[in-house]
């Protein structure tokens, strides 16, 4: 009696460990594209990225290279300089209060289907004693202009220690390679090639969980 309970027990033991095992290696969760497909978007308003790194650089680094993943991808984008001159027309003068302005009124103005609103959260170099590294973090929020509801949200980072090698050299070899990597990072301001990166990772659509591919789409950019 006490052996089958033993055994019984066992067996329920081992199940439950296989389900953790196989939860755990679940695929991960696709995105809920119901209020993106129901909107058919065509035409983005791009708003200045608000900053919130410590980078003042980073707003418009990032902002004048958001139009090509976003037009690659089929949607009409008005044009970044010419929203950019609007706004500064009407007195705001930086991304935290145009964020303030109410979906309607975007519409009314711009006339567009949807706005994207974006976020720099990481950008510029950082030097950590035996490495440096010059990353991009953004993450992005597309809203339907006509009822103000949510169609898409993502995050994207980019980073040039993903393309950085240890070639050896020691430890003193590796700081010096850190030390000259920082001061060429900053001289030559890599965060803007890194912003390039990231924001064709955040808002091209045939990345996973990624926008979805607009009207004016290459056949092979669908999904």
């Given amino acids: ?5 033993f055994l019984t027990a066992l067996k329920t033991g081992a199940l439950l460990v296989c389900l953790a095992i196989l939860g755990g290696c679940a695929a991960p969760k696709g995105y809920d594209y119901t209020a993106f497909l129901e909107s058919k978007p ?9 900053n919130q790194s410590p980078d003042v650089k980073a707003s418009y680094s990032l ?13 009409y984008v008005m044009p970044v300089g010419v929203v950019d001159e609007t706004f500064k027309q009407n007195g705001l003068m930086n991304a935290e209060e145009v964020r303030q302005a109410s979906p309607q009124k975007l519409r009314e ?5 949807s706005v994207l609103y974006l976020d720099v959260t990481e950008y510029g170099s950082s030097y950590k004693i035996i490495s440096s590294e010059v990353a991009v973090t953004a993450s992005a929020k597309l809203v339907d202009l006509r009822n103000g509801k949510l169609l898409w949200e993502g995050t994207a980072r980019a980073s040039s220690a993903e393309q950085q090698q240890n070639n050896g050299g020691g430890l003193v070899g590796m700081l010096i390679v850190a030390l000259v990597d920082q001061v060429v990072n900053t001289l030559s301001d ?3 090639e890194i912003a390039g990166i990231t924001s064709i990772r955040l808002l091209s659509s045939n990345t996973h ?7 004016r789409a290459r056949p092979d950019a669908a999904r």
């Fill in 1 to 5: 009696m006490k052996m089958t309970f």
């Fill in 42 to 50: 065509a035409s983005i308003l791009v708003l200045p990225p608000v």
């Fill in 63 to 75: 902002y004048s290279q958001v139009t090509l993943p976003l037009s690659e991808a089929g949607y």
């Fill in 109 to 113: 103005i711009f006339g567009a289907d």
């Fill in 190 to 192: 890599r965060g803007h």
């Fill in 209 to 215: 969980n990624g926008i979805l591919p607009g009207p």
